[in-house]
């Protein structure tokens, strides 16, 4: 680690640096999506092979022409990209950064990956649609994290900007983005259990999921109102409420499209390919609307710091020096 605090422009590097990792996740969501939607998730049935290759690159000849096979190994290519820029911005940031908490965070995000693959493999290999289940939610708490990462190197949070004071409101708005998180997490993990064939494609599920969606409006409605009311004269806080509310709305028109394409299911390619826009970017806005109420989270949980006790001295006093007791009582 270094011995001294990094320069601005380690910051900036570092920053944007992390923000292609997101980025290069997003992508990894996407695609990985598309290999759910058109159920290519068995299209190599081996792993840490690919049809007994250990050929990352070619495993098998012009297998981009293969719609299965240029969806699940192009998620495992992508899938190893994401793994090494991952441990390439832990390893920066634990030579780079002395914050401890942050390099711990840091080797946390590895650990994720690194279960993410296990977790795709073992997928694979047990043929098991519980493990797929498994993998999804494990992935979107992959990407909070690299988004929490990501704040954490902002000149925002560095500096402490925007940090709310001990007030009531603050401590209302603290409380409805944690509910916002948390609700829209557990969509995620309700989600995952409809999309994935046979694990839940059932009513329960419809009308657990369809409820939780006004259950998600109604807590990101809650932060944003007392945010937009309280706290206009907090940038960063205003600008991710607003953030939240628009990526809110966007997710929730997509879900309610998704829901009467797939109650309706209309004939034909035109139909397929509508089912396989709509869900994979209602799953990307979704981890997108996830990562801006971990950041409203952050933001929020922020408290001031305490001023420091400055113990009095002389000069504190005029510079008059302190009296012996025995000649102030003579």
Request: charged residues 10%.
């Amino acid at each position: 680690m270094s011995s001294s605090r990094s320069p601005a422009s380690d910051w900036t590097w570092r920053r944007r640096f992390s923000a292609c990792t997101v980025l290069l996740t997003v992508l990894l969501l996407s695609w990985g999506g598309v290999v759910t939607s058109i159920g290519a998730g068995m299209a190599f049935p081996d792993w840490p092979t690919s049809l007994g290759s250990y050929n990352l690159i070619n495993p098998v000849e012009e297998w981009w022409l293969v719609p299965a096979y240029l969806a699940e190994h192009g998620h495992r290519l992508i899938a190893s990209l994401v793994g090494a820029f991952t441990v390439a911005l832990a390893a920066w940031t634990w030579w780079e950064d002395p914050r401890a908490w942050m390099r711990k965070l840091s080797f946390a995000a590895v650990a994720l990956v690194i279960l993410q693959g296990i977790l795709g493999g073992l997928r694979v290999l047990w043929v098991s649609l519980d493990l797929a289940m498994v993998h999804a939610c494990v992935a979107q708490l992959f990407f909070a994290t690299l988004v929490a990462m990501t704040l954490f190197v902002t000149d925002t949070w560095r500096r402490r900007d925007g940090v709310l004071p001990q007030t009531d409101t603050a401590r209302h708005l603290r409380r409805w983005s944690y509910a916002a998180a948390a609700f829209i997490y557990l969509q995620i993990v309700l989600g995952a259990l409809l999309r994935h064939p046979g694990a839940g494609m059932s009513g329960g599920y419809t009308t657990l999921h369809v409820t939780g969606a006004f259950a998600v409006v109604g807590v990101v409605l809650g932060a944003f109102v007392v945010a937009e009311k309280h706290f206009d004269a907090v940038p960063a806080v205003r600008r991710t409420a607003w953030v939240l509310l628009g990526t809110m709305g966007i997710q929730f028109a997509l879900g309610l499209a998704s829901l009467l394409l797939t109650l309706y299911e209309p004939a034909g390619q035109a139909g397929v390919i509508a089912y396989v826009v709509l869900t994979v970017a209602h799953l990307v806005v979704g981890a997108v609307l996830l990562g801006a109420s971990v950041v409203m989270s952050l933001l929020t949980s922020r408290r001031p710091q305490p001023a420091p006790h400055i113990k009095p001295t002389n000069g504190a006093t005029g510079n008059v020096p302190e009296r012996p007791v025995a000649r102030a009582e003579s």
